[in-house]
DNA sequence: GTCAATTACGTTCTCCGTAAGGATG
DNA sequence: CATCCTTACGGAGAACGTAATTGAC
């Protein structure tokens, strides 16, 4: 059925002849020697079943029938172009958007630097970022409307890909004045008797925190909140201590107060990208993805 | 800038792998070995300077830019195949377009049986027929409206291209009764001392006819009339006889009228085609060109 | 006679198929 | 190890350029 090959050259041949009215003039314009331009409207010809020009030495006229299919031509050479232009840009990085989601807190500190300088690098491409809650990041990865997320790690089945982005780890917060607030790193053990304020929100690494925690004999503080600006606001205010996942640092530096890095082992978690399983990223996402990688939150450690 | 050949192989190869997420099947569609087929992606992947597919041994996806791409390659397809499939109907005749300008008496008598036959041969190209004056012929031709026109011979400019299709000549028209009725031809000197009916109507014949008829001494039968249908009757009711040409002899032997064919040398004339000169006819418009000339006015001549 | 398109022909390069190689589950 | 995609390579055919031919005014 459709043996038939037409190729845009043949394409452009016949539009370019049927505008200038000569196979000289036509087969310069194609960069082709006359005889092989001539060549090939008699291959489209043949192609087609049909004559397309009526040809003397001295006019070249569109036949009815070439005059039926030259619109046809013009408008598939048209769109060729424009898809492969558009094509060339998006791998060129100059056209394109990418849109991810992402922890708040994340969002809120490692994040906007980075989509910044993106943006400032491709500033053709748009970004668009979702601040949302980690079951919510994991929804848009899987009905795709994200290109991919960036999680704390969590036990993810293997519906998704995993790209590890930097290591992360936890951090007692105290008030400057604390007798631990001049440690360049801390145990778990080191917190025994402190008063401990327990956060009930950040589910997801409360769940990597807790076993290890359970084991150090704290006194109770007696406050469990939800979020972390109560806490930090409770810290500042002397009501006790506490141990937050890095990323959420900036809640509390921003108080005035002072972060100490836990050093147990296991105590570590790594911040990921995931996206659909055996899906690659679109380029533009790539591109993210990969400047992700390549920046470590040195922000985040240079304070301490 | 635009030296890509992009091949409707290629975009086949494209659009299938696309839909059937396996080489080797889609090779298969294409009528291609497998290797060949993976050469052909990779050309289009590299003349497009994308990657389209990503494909493991277990798994062939789009990428996202080929996503992009597949409507555009898709849409092409069908554009073109459409386009193609259009011409070669209408190089096969079986759609498609006629348009002609003829005379009226042309029109009434030659071309009905012969359009009728076209239509039974090429049931799906529609036939219009405009049956005008001599002047509008021209003009219809001129403008493009007709893709050609039937006319009897007349000085035209070389403003035309003209084929012509059949000859014809003068007849003598008289009733039954009449002293010549049974002869098989006359010479308008036989016509001396008959009692003749003018015509002021047949304006291009007449210019033909008059400088011969001029010569031979009529009686005047004192009628001067428009319509041969009026020559007819007046005829017919004895009034005399008159001269008109082979085309417009339906109007009398219709009324039971005898006709005489006029043998002088000289006065013969050609039914033509006339087109725009230098343009070529639809496939269409030749092939019924073509039937005209093939088609000699037996009916006319048989009947004497 | 001149200008323009076509044909002839040798070369180059594309594109295909067979066969061997590599990756993935 | 089985499956499927890729690479390697040799041959057939396409497409180009140079040169000679035809055709129209």
């Known amino acids: 059925m459709n043996q038939h090959n037409l190729s845009t050259h043949l394409l452009n041949a016949f539009v370019t002849l049927a505008h200038c009215h000569q196979f000289n003039l036509a087969a310069q314009r194609c960069h082709l020697s006359q005889p092989a331009f001539s060549q090939a409207i008699r291959r489209l010809e043949q192609e087609l079943g049909v004559r397309l020009f ?6 070249v006229l569109l036949t009815p029938e070439g005059e039926l299919f030259l619109p046809v031509a013009q408008q598939v050479l048209d769109s060729l172009k424009g898809a492969v232009e558009n094509l060339r840009n ?7 958007k990418v849109a991810i989601a992402a922890l708040p807190s ?13 943006r400032e690098r491709y500033p053709g491409i748009a970004v668009q970022l979702f601040d949302v809650i980690l079951q919510s990041t994991l929804a848009l990865v899987r009905e795709g409307i994200v290109d991919f997320a960036v999680n704390a790690d969590t036990n993810l ?23 631990l607030a001049e440690r360049r790193g801390i145990l778990l053990q080191d917190l025994a008797g402190q008063r401990y304020i327990h956060s009930i ?16 004999p704290l006194r109770d503080s007696g406050f ?22 890095g990323i959420s640092l900036f809640n509390f530096t921003r108080a005035g107060l002072k972060a100490v890095p836990v050093r147990d082992d296991g105590l570590r978690y790594q911040i990921i990208a995931i996206k659909r399983r ?27």
């Open 157 to 179: 089945k293997d519906e998704f890909d995993v790209r590890p982005l930097f290591e992360d780890r936890f951090y007692l917060v105290c008030r400057p004045d604390h007798s």
């Open 90 to 96: 998006h791998a060129e990085r100059r056209v394109g």
């Open 224 to 245: 469990e909140v939800g979020y972390l600006s109560t806490i930090a606001g409770l810290i500042a205010s002397g009501a006790g201590i506490s141990v937050v996942a």
């Open 278 to 304: 055996g899906r690659t990223l679109s380029i533009a996402a790539q591109t993210l993805e990969d400047l992700l990688a390549a920046t470590q939150p040195e922000a985040l450690s240079a304070q301490f």
């Open 106 to 118: 994340i969002a809120a500190e490692w994040l906007p630097p980075i989509l910044v300088e993106y």
């Open 54 to 59: 009526d040809r003397n030495t001295r006019s």
């Open 201 to 216: 929100k950040t589910a997801s690494l409360w769940r990597q925190l807790y076993p290890y925690l359970r084991q150090v």
